[in-house]
């Protein structure tokens, strides 16, 4: 399916009261220059709901909250060598259950790796 652009409140307000006056939706969709099928939709969904507002796109919720994800970062942050399953059994212990991936996909939305940093030195001063 692809996306287009949002009919506005305005003309969704017209296509109610053009309706309610009697005409017709092709009648409609020809005047106003706009696909039948919207019309349709949109006058279908006013009588149902006795509104013409969009309804909101609904879909999964994440499973860690944008706090829980700041926490995860600062974790790293502070412990680079921290490990992705050292993150999981942490966030097991607070009580919530996530797989692996969920962290590193976490992680690397803040461009961090979920792997532990190499273990080589920082160079002394005296070097």
Known sequence: MGKSKEISQDLRNVFVDLRQSGS????????????????????CKYKHHGTTQPSYCSGRRRVRSP???????????????????????????TGTEVSISTVKR????????GR?????PLLQNWH
């Open 67 to 93: 706090r829980d994800e700041r926490t995860l970062v600062r974790k790293v942050q502070i412990n680079p060598r921290t490990t992705a399953k050292d993150l999981v059994k942490m966030l097991e212990e």
């Open 116 to 120: 532990s940093a190499r273990k080589k």
């Open 24 to 43: 017709s939706l092709g009648e409609i969709s020809k005047c106003l220059k706009v696909p039948r099928s919207s019309v349709q939709t949109i006058v």
């Open 106 to 113: 976490v992680l690397s939305r803040h461009n961090l790796k």
